[in-house]
């Protein structure tokens, strides 16, 4: 399950914060979003490698399960 929320954000704000995710390679503005509240939530905590891949899950879906990332990343794949 999931709420979506609303944010209101001045201009300047709004276009630094749009620069900064994607000088960062975040794919949307809100997956900066949601990282800066997961980090500030669990700060001071060890998270897992597990608990990073469940919390990004739906993005890497989203972007990663696709014909034309299987043709770019082909290279990097072990043949057997």
Known sequence: MSTQISLKL???MFSTALDYADER???TLQDFIRELIRERLFEGEQTT???TYLASEAS???NWLSKEE???WA???KET
């Open 60 to 62: 890497l879906a989203r």
């Open 70 to 72: 299987d043709t770019a």
């Open 25 to 27: 390679g975040y794919d």
């Open 10 to 12: 001045s201009d300047k």
């Open 49 to 51: 490698g597990k608990a």
């Open 75 to 77: 290279h990097l794949q």
